[in-house]
């Protein structure tokens, strides 16, 4: 168990996206898809996708400027004058050239939830606690004090300093004590208390940008290709949703090519299931409340794989406190931690393996299938193979 403050550095990058869960818990409505306008410069602040060479002279010629590279990700974040975004696209290496785009958090308003899915039985009946399982939450970053989370480490993308991501919103560290939060006298348990997690901090707001969520990603490459073979990212977990974009997808697959198993929050808008769960390489989330309803703000549709608890759940929070929020972001970690406890009760198994086994041992809790995809995750069946707890 490696869950000591140290630090690995790798390569940052920055589209904005929105957690559904602000600051002061009101959510954030940016206009998605606009095209971000540096001020008074007359550029616009574009994602480009390519094949080969990276186009930086190309972007030079056009009066343009490279504001991020990333080292795993043919994708480049660069400023481009408005009028020279055509001819770019237009050019043979170019796959897309896209705005940097926002997304949302999914928390809105765990106990109960750690409890629904029977974490707590496999905890009191077995030794699997998700040990030696790295975990990536991709959020606000994590509140590196708080008394009940025990950090692998962390890791900035939006600060000068990528050591300092510490969670000055609270989002990041609701999410990771849903996955994490240590099995001891105090606060809340998580689904697997014992795993290795990683804050990968991507936004200090409520707004996140896609460039950003992009640079935690290949942050999380990253470890999968540094001299440390015992950090590497097994699985991320992405509470955030929004429209669609083809250089997130083009990071996602990459991280997928890499092994990563990836969850995603099905958005809480009660409408289509939005990005970047929509990817079938994503594991989408719903969420349900303690009656096993859909909550009425999930998101759903056919790429829905599992529904788990996102209604009132209490975890950790920032400056060392405790909170209840609801949300498919609950949901999305509290799917994650499953998988995770269970890939430490079955250590030998591929991430396909695992994410069938979330499949095949998930509960039918009588909504349909766009609703709750294969069904309630279920952390004892899932990593014990019985199905002994209460399920409350």
């Not at 004590?177 to 990683?198: K, L």
Request: charged residues 15%; proline residues 4%; glycine residues 10%.
């Amino acid at each position: 168990m490696r869950k000591a403050l140290s630090l690995t550095l790798a390569a940052a990058a920055v589209l904005f996206v929105v957690w559904g869960c602000s600051q002061d818990n009101t959510p954030v409505s940016p206009a998605n898809g606009a095209m971000a306008l540096s001020a008074g410069s007359g550029n616009s602040e574009v994602l480009i996708g390519y094949t080969g060479e990276l186009p930086g002279n190309a972007i030079k010629a056009s009066g343009g400027s490279i504001i991020r590279e990333y080292k795993h990700i043919p994708v480049v974040f660069a400023s481009l004058p408005t009028g020279a975004v055509n001819a770019m696209k237009n050019r043979p290496n170019v796959l897309f050239v896209e705005p940097d785009l926002t997304r949302t958090f999914d928390a809105q308003t765990l106990d109960w939830g750690v409890n629904r899915v029977d974490a707590e039985y496999v905890h009191n009946n077995s030794s699997y606690d998700g040990d030696n399982i790295d975990v990536a939450v991709l959020d606000t970053g994590g509140d590196m004090d708080h008394p009940d989370l025990t950090w692998a480490g962390g890791y900035s993308v939006v600060n000068s300093n990528p050591a300092d991501w510490e969670d000055k919103n609270g989002h990041g560290t609701h999410c990771a004590g849903i996955i994490s939060a240590n099995n001891n006298t105090i606060g809340v348990v998580g689904v697997a208390p014992n795993c290795d997690i990683w804050a990968v901090q991507i936004s200090k707001t409520s707004l996140i940008s896609v460039s950003a969520i992009i640079a935690g990603i290949d942050w999380c490459i990253g470890t999968h290709e540094d001299s440390d073979p015992n950090n590497d990212i097994r699985v991320m977990s992405m509470s955030f949703s929004g429209p669609s974009s083809d250089a997130e997808l083009l990071a996602l697959q990459e991280a997928y090519d890499n092994d990563i198993l990836m969850f995603a929050a099905a958005g809480n808008s009660g409408g289509a299931v939005e990005y970047p769960a929509a990817h079938s390489i994503v594991v989408a989330v719903s969420a349900s409340t303690s009656t096993d309803a859909i909550a009425s703000y999930s998101c759903f549709g056919p790429e829905i794989e599992v529904i788990a608890p996102g209604s009132s759940i209490l975890s950790t929070y920032k400056s060392g406190k405790y909170k209840t929020l609801s949300g498919t972001s609950m949901a999305c970690p509290m799917a994650a931690g499953t998988a995770v406890l269970a890939w430490s009760a079955h250590p030998a198994y591929t991430r396909d393996q695992i994410r069938t086994l979330l499949h095949n041992t998930a509960e039918d809790i009588g909504l349909s299938t766009y609703q709750q995809g294969y069904g309630l995750v279920d952390a004892e069946n899932a990593a014990l193979g019985t199905t002994n707890g209460n399920d409350y």
